[in-house]
Every structure is written in C-alpha cells, then in structure tokens.
C-alpha cells in the first residue's frame, strides 16, 4: 500500500490544519501592513480598521483569489520531477505551510512586519532545492517573482508620488484647499470604486460563476465598473456635504479641515487595499494546500487542478481570525513609523499599493504586499522631500526581508525531513 493511500486521511487533515495556520499568519502579520496606513493617518481606529479588514480581506480571498494560487501551486516546483513520488510534493507542501507559519509566528510576536510571500517562496523553494533536487526548482518562475520583489514597490512607489503630487497641486497648494478638495476628491473616489469593481468582475466573478456558464467580456465589465465607480462617487458626495469646515482647527493644522475629508475617502482606500490583499495574499496558504489535497484525491501528481472553493473558504476564514486576534499589534506600531502619514497622504499610499496588487493579481504573479505598501509610502515620503522619511526605519525593514527568505526555506527543509522521517 503506498504512503497516500496509507496515510491520505491524516496527510489531508494536516493540509487543512498547517493551511489555517499559514493563513492566520498572513492575517496576523501582512494584513496589519495592509492596513497599517488607516491606522498612523488616524483616519481609522483600529477596532474600525480590523471590521474593515475583515470583510473585504474574506471577500477579496474568496471572490479573487483563484489566479495567484495557481502560480504557486504550480509555477515554482516541476511537479514532473515527482510524478513517480508524490508523496514526496505533500511532504514538501506540508513542510513548506508548516515553515512559512512558524516564521510568521514568531515575526508578529515580536512585531517584525515580513512579508508571508518571501516566506511561503522561500519554504518551498528550501524543500525542493535540498530536500529533491534542484532540478525541481523552476528557477526561472523563482527570478521573475524575485524581480517582481523589486518591481512592485517601485511601481507602487512611483503611482504613489504622482498620486500625491496631484493632490499637492489641485487641493493642497492651492488658495482655497477646502474647496478645491470638495471638487475633486470625488474624482479620486470614481477611481477607487472603479478599480475594484473591475477586478471584481474580471477575477471574482470568473472564479463564483464558473460553473454557470455566465461570463462578462472586458468592455462589459468596464461598464459596469464605471457605473460602480459613480455610486462610489455619489456616495462620497453625500458624505462630503456632510462635513463643514471649522473656523479655527483645535490642532492648528491648516490642512485640518481638507484632512477630514480625506480622512472619509480613506475609508474607500481602506476597503479597496483590503480587497486587493485579500486577492493576491490568500495564495501564500491555499496554494499549496491546494496541491497536497488534489494529490491525495487523484493519488499522482497531475500538471493540472482545480481550485476548491471550501480551499478559498478555509483562507479566507484564517486570514480573517488571524487579522482578529493578532493582528492589532503590528497595525498599531507599522503606520507611524516610516514617515508620518495624514489622511491624504495615506489615501496616496494605499491607492497606489492597492494598484499594483490588483494589477498582479489580474496577472497572476505573486507580490508581497510588504514590499509594494513600502514602497507605495516611500513615494509619498519621497513627495516631501528625502528628509520626510525615517531612513532607519526602511532600513530595518529591508534587513527583515532579506532575513525572512532564508529562515523560510530552513525551517522547510528541518520540517521535510521530519515528515519524511515519520511516514517514510
């Protein structure tokens, strides 16, 4: 009798287990930089920031997370190299969630903010390069996530210091700040409901209404975005007018009365980054969940699968106990610390990362989240002025990063040998 067939019911409850596990960790750590932004700018409470999370970080998981856990299920291991040992992928997959939630783990109990897709890459990567071969490590999928490490918070950084730069000139620099910001934050508000709702359609609905045979093409889908965007928009409007400037702001601040008002459209970005996170980051845990219970149920390693959706569920649901119950202290010590943030400035950040998530998640690459809100706040620091930044801050950070990616793919490589060990 082989190992799966010997052991499939037990190796599939550890699956289930280790992926919970992998997910409260993203919840607990990542999602606290997702929403770190809401949080420093004071635009949110941190119980506000959690709710928030936790609805769309469940619904972005859920609705949008199918395209980015195919590419790492399957993009960095050459499931080929054990097709004639399978059990050696579940060992692997279970090493790998087991390592990559360990790290996390032990990175929130003492606040370091890492990113959760060095540390599931780094795991399996780890697992397959000792515990395998290299062979069965595609190497090339390795170096175009590894660029897109690079890529994404310059690309995040970059929407960031124009975004920001936009709201310098058409409300911040302005003789009438108030009023220039009535008129045009609406605009960025179309901006926000337009991006999600297309992501929504192009990835959420393709993943809920498969097996219906219902299906929108990209202009229809445009459409219904624009027309999403303007109850955005209307919305925004009605909360806008709502709102009348104080003679005489209690903190001094000139810009107080323009904030507030960024302060209501940051509840707009906070949802959208929620969203967008919940997307990309749900693939860290279900992916490779994923892979062990497709070759426990067809008993090889198949070149294809789909993906179950009580899988998304299962990531959803632990990325949302994980924001919940751990997730308060890195959000409270992650949004001040890198530069110091305002409504408006955070409204820049976290559009621009929201962004770049949605666009890798649309392409189904595998980004971290750190790194593109980073490097989205970097853009808006960068906006101010180099002296706006706290250099020492984004240096540690940086160190956190490199330090992650190697403590993944140990960790991985202890725990491959263990399971090894134990069903032989």
């Known amino acids: 009798m082989t ?20 997910a ?52 960095i291991v050459d499931p ?3 097709a004639g040992s399978p059990e050696l992928l579940v060992y692997g997959m279970l090493s790998a969630l087991l390592a990559a939630g360990t790290w996390l783990l032990i990175a929130s109990i003492v606040g370091w903010p890492v990113s959760t897709t060095h540390s599931i890459v780094g795991a ?57 910001a009535r008129r045009y934050i609406p605009f960025y508000m179309f901006a926000v409901g337009f991006l999600i709702a297309m992501v929504t359609l192009l990835k959420g609905l393709k993943h809920v209404f498969k097996d219906t045979g219902f299906s929108l093409n990209f202009l229809e889908s445009t459409l219904i975005a624009a027309v999403i965007g ?11 007018r709502r709102i009348q400037p104080e003679e005489t702001p209690a903190s001094g601040n000139r810009f107080a009365n323009v904030e507030r008002l960024f302060a209501i459209l940051m509840v707009f970005t906070a949802c959208a980054m929620a969203f967008a996170h919940g997307s990309n980051d ?16 067809t008993g090889g390693v198949a070149a294809q699968s ?30 001040k610390k890198i530069t ?47 002296g706006a930044l706290n250099l020492g801050v984004v240096g540690s950070i940086f160190m956190s990063w490199v330090v992650t990616l190697p403590a993944g793919a140990g960790l991985a490589i202890l725990f491959f040998f263990f399971f090894k060990g134990i069903f032989g």
């Open 282 to 297: 749900v693939a860290n845990a279900v992916g490779p969940m994923a892979a062990v219970i497709n070759v426990i149920n």
């Open 124 to 180: 399996i990567v780890g697992f397959a390069a000792v515990g395998i071969s290299t062979d069965a490590v595609a190497w090339g999928k390795v170096m175009s996530i590894v660029a897109s490490w690079v890529v994404s918070p310059m690309l995040a950084g970059t929407i960031a210091f124009f975004i920001f730069r936009s709201v310098q000139r058409l409300i911040l620099n302005t003789e009438d700040p108030f009023a220039n």
């Open 3 to 22: 190992v799966i067939a010997e052991y499939g019911q037990i190796l599939l409850i550890l699956a289930c287990v280790f992926g919970l596990f992998m």
């Open 24 to 75: 409260w960790g993203v919840g607990a750590n990542d999602v606290a930089n997702a929403m770190g932004t809401s949080v420093g700018s004071k635009a949110l409470t941190i119980k506000q920031a959690i709710v928030i999370a936790m609805i769309f970080e469940f619904l972005g998981a859920y609705l949008a997370g199918g395209a980015v856990t195919s590419t790492i299920r399957k993009g």
């Open 80 to 82: 080929a190299i054990m």
């Open 230 to 240: 303007g109850i955005v928009c209307v919305i925004g409007i009605f909360l806008l």
């Open 340 to 386: 110091e943030l305002t409504p408006s400035r955070g409204f820049a950040a976290e559009l621009a990362a929201a962004a770049t998530v949605v666009l890798a998640s649309g392409t189904g690459l595998p980004i971290s989240t750190t790194h593109t809100l980073v490097g989205a706040v970097l853009g808006v620091g960068l906006a101010r002025g180099i």
């Open 306 to 335: 789909v993906m179950p959706s009580w899988v998304l569920l299962i990531g959803g649901v632990g990325i949302v106990i994980g924001l919940a119950t751990y997730g308060f202290k890195v959000m409270a010590t992650i949004g």
